[in-house]
């Protein structure tokens, strides 16, 4: 008796000292915005602060089911989420989806992927490069791809009845992914985890056939072909670009953007977030107020993106595509 009263004294102090620990509280949508109260979000975020000895933060996120989202470590998590160490996902079922490791953000190191089911998916192997290469990464493309420095090396892939298509970093992989209204499929050979001589394939959403050559996971050179006409490409996605890159963007939001007369004098600031697509001659069209602050420091924001001069559009294995893009204009005094 006297045993078990010791250890639910243990029990009952380290969930005190657990439950001071000093937390921050994120109710999200699942777009990444922020709302007030638990009910009305679809993902709740609470970072907490390290461990003893660790200087990487707790994460913990979970569904507005109660689910868990995700569990991990970050080294950073304002203005956005830095993972570090191993990172595991789950579905709103509250099953697992992956376990990824994390270096400094980027995935490093063996991942693997699951089915509903608990069978493994795919065995990954991350390696970062040091590309330094400017690129302007739009929102809701595959050109989103762009955002991991790593080249990545496929282990292990089996499909969800446990059928093997690649074993030890060798097999042949026909990729398929099923969307609402399209769908995109790759086919061709791995050799050491790493595409290998000719892939072939099809987009219905872009309405184009692709052939591809590869070296040791690298593209040599590539063709599509729509509308019965043939674009070559050495680089499966290129993403738009402002001239003069990433900075030269900055510096015209920056020069550009002016405050109103009538806001800064009745002391209105804040936020305002817009998005645009950069459509398929490099235009910016279909500007839209995401957050707003008032309507004069909104109709600022939508002229400065309005007089942006033509950007490079971005491609999509050589055909010209729409990005879709944030921007946030902060008005402060």
Same mark, same amino acid.
């Given at each position: 008796? %006297?045993?078990?009263?010791?250890?639910?004294?243990? !029990?009952?102090?380290?969930? &005190?000292?657990?439950?001071?620990?000093?937390?921050?509280?994120?109710?999200?949508?699942?777009?990444?915005?922020?709302?007030?109260?638990?009910?009305?979000?679809?993902?709740?975020?609470?970072?907490?602060?390290?461990?003893?000895?660790?200087?990487?933060?707790?994460?913990?996120?979970?569904?507005?089911?109660?689910?868990? @989202?995700?569990? /991990?470590?970050?080294?950073?998590?304002?203005?956005?989420?830095?993972?570090?160490?191993?990172?595991?996902?789950?579905?709103?079922?509250?099953?697992?989806?992956?376990?990824?490791?994390?270096?400094?953000?980027?995935?490093?190191?063996?991942?693997?992927?699951?089915?509903?089911?608990?069978?493994?998916?795919?065995? +990954?192997?991350?390696?970062? =490069? #040091?590309?330094?290469?400017?690129?302007?990464?739009?929102?809701?493309?595959?050109? +989103?791809? !762009?955002?991991?420095? +790593?080249?990545? @090396?496929?282990?292990?892939?089996?499909?969800?009845?446990? =059928?093997?298509?690649?074993? #030890?970093?060798?097999?042949?992989?026909?990729?398929?992914?099923?969307?609402?209204?399209?769908?995109?499929?790759?086919?061709?050979?791995?050799?050491?985890?790493?595409?290998?001589?000719?892939?072939? /394939?099809?987009?219905?959403?872009?309405?184009? =056939?692709?052939?591809?050559?590869?070296?040791?996971? $690298?593209?040599?050179?590539?063709?599509?072909?729509?509308? /019965?006409?043939?674009?070559?490409?050495?680089? &499966?996605?290129?993403?738009?670009?402002?001239?003069?890159?990433?900075?030269?963007?900055?510096?015209?939001?920056?020069?550009?953007?002016?405050?109103?007369?009538?806001?800064?004098?009745?002391?209105?600031?804040? =936020?305002? $977030?817009?998005?645009?697509?950069?459509?398929?001659?490099?235009?910016?069209?279909?500007?839209?107020?995401?957050?707003?602050?008032?309507? &004069?420091?909104?109709?600022e924001a939508k002229r400065v993106l309005r007089y942006s001069?033509?950007?490079?559009?971005?491609?999509?294995?050589?055909?010209?595509?729409?990005?879709?893009? +944030? %921007? &946030?204009?902060? !008005?402060?005094?």
């Amino acid at each position: 008796m %006297q045993l078990r009263l010791i250890l639910l004294f243990s !029990f009952l102090i380290t969930l &005190s000292v657990h439950a001071q620990k000093a937390q921050n509280v994120y109710f999200l949508k699942n777009n990444g915005d922020r709302v007030l109260i638990k009910e009305q979000a679809d993902i709740i975020r609470i970072i907490e602060e390290p461990d003893s000895g660790d200087t990487r933060f707790k994460l913990y996120e979970f569904y507005n089911n109660s689910k868990r @989202k995700t569990l /991990g470590h970050l080294i950073s998590f304002e203005p956005t989420l830095i993972y570090d160490g191993v990172v595991m996902g789950f579905d709103s079922l509250g099953k697992r989806t992956e376990t990824v490791n994390y270096k400094n953000g980027a995935p490093f190191g063996l991942a693997t992927y699951f089915y509903p089911n608990g069978k493994i998916k795919r065995k +990954t192997e991350y390696i970062p =490069t #040091n590309s330094s290469a400017n690129q302007m990464i739009g929102l809701n493309s595959s050109l +989103t791809s !762009f955002l991991f420095k +790593t080249n990545s @090396k496929i282990i292990f892939d089996s499909d969800s009845s446990g =059928t093997i298509n690649i074993e #030890n970093g060798k097999g042949h992989l026909k990729e398929i992914n099923k969307y609402k209204e399209f769908e995109v499929v790759e086919e061709g050979d791995y050799l050491d985890g790493m595409k290998t001589g000719i892939w072939t /394939g099809y987009d219905t959403q872009i309405g184009y =056939t692709f052939k591809e050559n590869y070296e040791v996971n $690298k593209l040599v050179s590539g063709e599509s072909v729509k509308d /019965g006409k043939t674009y070559p490409y050495i680089a &499966s996605m290129q993403p738009p670009e402002y001239k003069g890159g990433q900075k030269a963007w900055n510096n015209f939001i920056a020069s550009t953007t002016k405050y109103p007369a009538d806001a800064l004098r009745n002391g209105i600031r804040g =936020t305002v $977030k817009t998005s645009f697509v950069v459509d398929k001659t490099g235009n910016i069209v279909d500007i839209v107020i995401e957050r707003s602050v008032e309507s &004069s420091l909104d109709e600022e924001a939508k002229r400065v993106l309005r007089y942006s001069s033509r950007w490079e559009p971005g491609k999509q294995r050589g055909i010209p595509v729409r990005v879709k893009y +944030t %921007q &946030s204009f902060n !008005f402060a005094f």
